[in-house]
């Protein structure tokens, strides 16, 4: 049986929201809610932090934290120089994003099915676009579009609206096809998490700002699970709000 690790990378550095993983929503931090959505699903997380204020709220609610690089460019490289130094035996990480708090145990329970095939090498998730919510939100840039193959492999991720439909006037796209948005959480086996790490950045990636990009250059697969679930992920104090409300409103 596939054994299976979950890390929280979570950085107190941020442009446009500093310290969010120690932000309250509802009497709990971001980070605890984050950490205890994974152990629902997940037996072994570790929380990845270069901050000593996340790691003393992690190890307060009783949780596993590592301390690395301030360094890191990426999520990525944080996860993995967690995984080596927590000496884990696990053959696939899950990379957990640190901002997302109400994030599902079926949205990790549905990566770790990736992995029911030993051929997958990276998992990720994507979400049918809900087309009630029109076009202009499908245009956003913010909202990574992704396509796949038969097979469910990605073959591309795009900041742009993918596919692009020729003859058929934009207003109705919607009404055409079914478009699929990034959700960004992604699986890794050990080997290739070591590999990818090592790549350095492609041409596709520094133009969509989109690591997954550097992978698909490079010849790695990536497998998509589909899920249906809604996140709410937190970039800024307004982001927050949004998330308190949701809270409150179903008494989490």
Same mark, same amino acid.
Request: aromatic share 10%; glycine share 4%.
């Given at each position: 049986?596939?054994?299976?690790?979950?890390?929280?990378?979570?950085?107190?550095?941020?442009?446009?929201?500093?310290?969010?993983?120690?932000?309250?929503?509802?009497?709990?931090?971001?980070?605890?809610?984050?950490?205890?959505?994974?152990?629902?699903?997940?037996?072994?997380?570790?929380?990845?932090?270069?901050?000593?204020?996340?790691?003393? =709220?992690?190890?307060?609610?009783?949780?596993?934290?590592?301390?690395?690089?301030?360094?890191?460019?990426?999520?990525?490289?944080?996860?993995?120089?967690?995984?080596?130094?927590?000496?884990?035996?696990?053959?696939?990480?899950?990379?957990?994003?640190?901002?997302?708090?109400?994030?599902?145990?079926?949205?990790?329970?549905?990566?770790?099915?990736?992995?029911?095939?030993?051929?997958?090498?990276?998992?990720?998730?994507?979400?049918?676009?809900?087309?009630?919510?029109?076009?202009?939100?499908?245009?956003?840039?913010?909202?990574?579009?992704?396509?796949?193959?038969?097979?469910?492999?990605?073959?591309?991720?795009?900041?742009?609206?993918?596919?692009?439909?020729?003859?058929?006037?934009?207003?109705?796209?919607?009404?055409?096809?079914?478009?699929?948005?990034?959700?960004?959480?992604?699986?890794?086996?050990?080997?290739?998490?070591?590999?990818?790490?090592?790549?350095?950045?492609?041409?596709?990636?520094?133009?969509?700002?989109?690591?997954?990009?550097?992978?698909?250059?490079?010849?790695?697969?990536?497998?998509?699970?589909?899920?249906?679930?809604?996140?709410?992920?937190?970039?800024?104090? =307004?982001?927050?709000?949004?998330?308190?409300?949701?809270?409150?409103?179903?008494?989490?």
């Amino acid at each position: 049986m596939t054994k299976f690790i979950g890390i929280i990378p979570a950085r107190y550095a941020s442009s446009r929201f500093p310290g969010k993983p120690l932000a309250d929503i509802c009497g709990m931090t971001m980070i605890e809610r984050v950490y205890r959505q994974a152990q629902k699903e997940l037996d072994e997380v570790i929380v990845a932090t270069d901050n000593e204020l996340i790691k003393d =709220e992690v190890e307060r609610f009783g949780g596993k934290v590592i301390m690395t690089s301030p360094d890191h460019k990426s999520g990525t490289d944080r996860v993995f120089e967690a995984y080596r130094l927590s000496a884990s035996d696990a053959e696939v990480i899950i990379n957990i994003q640190g901002d997302e708090p109400f994030v599902a145990p079926s949205q990790i329970k549905e990566l770790k099915k990736c992995f029911n095939y030993p051929e997958t090498q990276i998992a990720t998730l994507a979400r049918p676009f809900d087309k009630k919510m029109g076009f202009e939100a499908l245009f956003d840039p913010n909202k990574v579009k992704v396509i796949f193959n038969n097979q469910r492999r990605a073959i591309y991720f795009s900041r742009a609206i993918i596919p692009y439909i020729r003859s058929v006037e934009w207003k109705k796209w919607l009404d055409e096809r079914e478009f699929h948005i990034h959700v960004g959480m992604y699986a890794y086996r050990a080997e290739v998490l070591a590999a990818i790490t090592s790549l350095p950045q492609s041409s596709l990636e520094l133009a969509e700002s989109l690591e997954q990009l550097r992978w698909i250059e490079n010849g790695y697969q990536i497998m998509m699970g589909i899920t249906d679930e809604p996140t709410i992920g937190i970039d800024t104090p =307004e982001d927050l709000m949004e998330a308190i409300k949701f809270c409150e409103a179903n008494r989490l």
